[in-house]
T-cell receptor, first 113, second 112 residues
Framework: GQQLNQSPQSMFIQEGEDVSMNCTSS?????WLWYKQDPGEGPVLLIA?????ELTSNGRLTAQFGITRKDSFLNISASIPSDVGIYFC?????????????FGKGTKLTVNP | EAGVTQSPTHLIKTRGQQATLRCSPI?????VYWYQQALGLGLQFLLW???????NRGNFPPRFSGRQFPNYSSELNVNALELEDSALYLC???????????FGPGTRLTVL
């Protein structure tokens, strides 16, 4: 089945540093979504990407939909302590008339003050 | 506007029992999705309901089932619970025909 490879699995950075994480797949996706999950809560949508090559920003976050439609990255600039959490990529794929959202395994971000 | 709500917050069961988890979508959303988030495994797609019908199903055994009610709320039932069913179960909702899913806080199921 479809699989998303998300990397890195975890990151330990200093406050103020920039962060980059990505998701790749051998499958083509129609939509890429990036979520953040805080401990004990459900994932919250950060950025949605709908077109190949699309580059979208949300404050200090920037994400891009890869040209091949098989990958996406998320950058966080000037990290702050509240950026701590698990970041998930998700790709929507349509096959045989049905669609589903496939999630990466997450990138756990730790920000040291 | 209220977000997706789930109940109960926590659920403790023993092996072989049945669990019922509930989800209320955002008002106006007709699609409900269920995911299992086990430790270290990310989110695994379980079920998708839209307009009261099951639209898609993930790679889970038949003892995972559910339904969607006329008011678009949904139930997830897990029969014959096994220890490895212990996980956070997340519900998400979306508007018909859109990609963006909004998640609830989840139900933490513990099977002893």
């Amino acid at each position: 089945g479809q699989q998303l490879n998300q990397s890195p699995q975890s990151m330990f950075i200093q406050e103020g540093e920039d962060v980059s994480m990505n998701c790749t797949s051998s499958s083509i996706f129609n939509t890429w979504l990036w979520y953040k999950q805080d401990p004990g809560e459900g994932p919250v949508l950060l950025i949605a990407l709908y077109k190949a090559g699309e580059l979208t920003s949300n404050g200090r976050l920037t994400a891009q939909f890869g040209i091949t439609r098989k990958d996406s990255f998320l950058n966080i600039s000037a990290s702050i302590p509240s950026d701590v959490g698990i970041y998930f990529c998700a790709g929507r794929i349509t096959q045989g008339g049905s669609e589903k959202l496939v999630f990466g395994k997450g990138t756990k971000l730790t920000v040291n003050p | 506007e209220a977000g997706v709500t789930q109940s109960p917050t926590h659920l403790i069961k023993t092996r072989g029992q049945q669990a019922t988890l509930r989800c209320s979508p955002i008002s106006g959303h007709t699609s409900v999705y269920w995911y299992q988030q086990a430790l270290g495994l990310g989110l695994q797609f379980l079920l998708w309901y839209d307009e009261g019908e099951e639209r898609n199903r993930g790679n889970f055994p038949p003892r995972f089932s559910g339904r969607q009610f006329p008011n678009y709320s949904s139930e997830l039932n897990v029969n014959a619970l096994e220890l490895e069913d212990s996980a956070l179960y997340l519900c998400a909702s979306s508007l018909a025909g859109t990609d963006t899913q909004y998640f609830g806080p989840g139900t933490r199921l513990t099977v002893l």
